[in-house]
């Protein structure tokens, strides 16, 4: 770390991606510059970050068109912290104070650094009661899910919520935010996950490695939150809905339109895609189809602040690395979904 004249932060240790990759093309390196701050930023000395598919993915040269002009460029979105500066027009945090939160996904200058940049409004004082490692799990998958729920469905208390890939970092977190809404929830997931499911307060986790999605989910729902997103989760949701029932996929096409055919021709695309999709399924099932995608929501965060102090949404973390082994940490959760994270 480096302290400039005003005693202010000026370069530090980062991980950056010079290329697009396998883990090994990662790089730790000792001087990487800190930017000003602008007046709504905030700079958080980091003290954990989580790893979250869109890094590994990032990693992996997906969202290359809005990527590739900024490379080599820092990868991740999740953070917990302490406020080290404030930009001039920030209010609402102090110097010293304990944060965590998230960064929108096509940020460029990510949280794997000694320290990160992110806006006031993607910000909150860390929960109560919860260490680093575990409230930078929380905030980029929590939010992902609120965004869907709250904003995009507004469900409400007593509606029933299908949760498919209860067992991944969204999922669980839309179950737990589900519950805490009153709502009614059944999940699929992998056999490990359906006790932790059901203690979440699941009412059925019905496994999709050994079951019959179509025969053993029982009921219609109000909503659908679909993780994975491929044809045969979105033909089984649809199905599950009732008339005028919200379909919420977290694999919008966007991104992969924009590297397939470039921004410029891409992301038009995409928007035709999505449309054509929601008129289609208005039409033949009554329903109404969304590409959910994370977004920064300082009402939001606070409320997950609050629910995560009172112990009703958690995120398991299965194992931390320090920022010096950041390869090793990419490799695990490439081999196996591990919602793990990475100690700084
Ligand atoms: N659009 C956005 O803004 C946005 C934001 C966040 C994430 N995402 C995307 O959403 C996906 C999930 O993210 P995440 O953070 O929750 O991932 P994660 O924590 O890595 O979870 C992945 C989990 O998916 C489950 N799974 C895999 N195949 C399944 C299937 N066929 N049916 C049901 N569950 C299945 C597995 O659960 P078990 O262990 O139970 O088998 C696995 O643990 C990723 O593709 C990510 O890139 C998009």
């Not at 498919?164 to 589900?178: D, E, N, R, T, Y």
């Not at 999605?213 to 491929?230: C, H, M, R, Y």
């Not at 949404?313 to 320090?322: A, G």
């Amino acid at each position: 770390m480096a302290v400039g004249l005003r005693g202010i932060v000026t370069s530090c240790r980062a991980v950056v991606l010079p290329r697009f990759g396998g883990p090994e093309v990662l790089e730790l390196l000792p001087n990487v510059e800190v930017p000003d701050l602008k007046p709504s930023e905030v700079l958080v000395r980091t003290r954990a970050v989580s790893i979250n598919p869109l890094d590994t993915r990032m990693r992996s040269g997906y969202g290359r068109s809005i990527f590739e002009p900024h490379l080599p460029l820092i990868l991740g979105r999740d953070i917990s912290g302490e406020v080290a500066a404030l930009g001039a027009s920030v209010r609402s945090l102090s110097v010293g104070q304990e944060v965590f939160g998230a960064l929108h996904p096509t940020a460029i200058r990510g949280t794997y650094a000694d320290y990160a940049i992110l806006s006031e409004d993607e910000l909150a004082p860390k929960p109560v009661g919860v260490t680093h490692v575990e409230a930078s799990a929380i905030p980029f998958a929590a939010l992902t899910a609120w965004r869907g729920l709250k904003g995009t469905a507004r469900i409400s208390e007593g509606q029933r919520l299908l949760v498919v890939g209860g067992g991944g970092a969204v999922g669980f977190a839309a179950i737990q935010l589900s519950v805490a809404a009153g709502c009614h929830v059944t999940t699929t997931c992998g056999s490990q996950s359906i006790g932790r499911l059901l203690a979440a307060g699941a009412e059925q986790a019905v496994d999709y490695t050994a079951e019959d999605l179509e025969s053993a989910i029982k009921g219609k729902f109000d909503a659908v939150l679909d993780t994975i997103g491929v044809s045969e989760t979105e033909r089984i949701s649809i199905n599950f809905l009732k008339r005028g029932g919200h379909y919420m996929t977290l694999q919008g096409e966007a991104a992969a339109l924009a590297d397939r055919y470039g921004l410029a021709v891409g992301l038009p695309l995409a928007t035709a895609v999505l449309l054509k999709k929601q008129i289609q399924y208005r039409y033949s099932h009554g329903i109404e189809y969304w590409w959910t995608y994370m977004r920064a929501d300082s009402e939001g965060l606070d409320e997950i602040r609050r629910l995560s102090e009172a112990g009703k949404l958690k995120m398991p973390v299965e194992k931390t690395f320090p920022i010096t082994q950041v390869g090793e940490a990419h490799k695990a959760k490439d081999k196996r979904h591990i919602p793990g994270t990475k100690e700084v």
